[in-house]
């Protein structure tokens, strides 16, 4: 049985990407899923100064053991002005301190969306590209626009053509 590792990389503790991740996570056939709270992971804000000061703080060295457990990691962007989330990436700043290849080199799923028709599309593209170099051996991407008009919390993705584009990308990752 897959163990499925599955985030939100946002800190709204009422975060569509967490519910979007949680979902794609559970459409896996044969596994077990986890999901994280990135809040749990709340850490000081990355610098060589600190680092050098007090070390890389325990909470980095649990998120990549996380990681380093899981057989696929399912992420869902929050695009915060074209990019990650602070909360996000000030962890993998810190992770990728410890390992450079953050991801162990594990099948990932990126995830992306946005209450707007763009869903996150920016966010999404530069993890396609930046994530490869730090481990992540990725395997879909897919964005889901319009998060309100196209989720629902009891149902899932309901637009059946986005449904069904996402389901096609997990099972070539099974």
Known sequence: MKKILAFGASSSATSINKQLATYAA?????????????NDYEMPIFSIDKETKTGIPQLAHDFLAKLGGADVIVISFAEHNGAYSTAFKNILDW????????????????????????GGASVLEMAKNRFPFQGADV???????????????????????????????IEAIE
Do not use: C, M, W, Y
């Open 26 to 38: 559970h459409q896996f056939a044969n596994a077990t899923v986890e999901v994280l709270d990135l």
């Open 95 to 118: 992770t990728s301190r410890i390992n450079g290849k953050t991801f162990q080199e594990k099948p990932t799923l990126l995830l992306a969306t946005s209450p707007g028709p763009r």
């Open 139 to 169: 395997k879909g991407a897919f964005s889901l626009p319009s998060f309100a008009t196209n989720f629902d919390a009891e149902k899932g993705i309901t637009n059946e053509a986005l449904k069904a584009q996402l389901l096609e990308i």
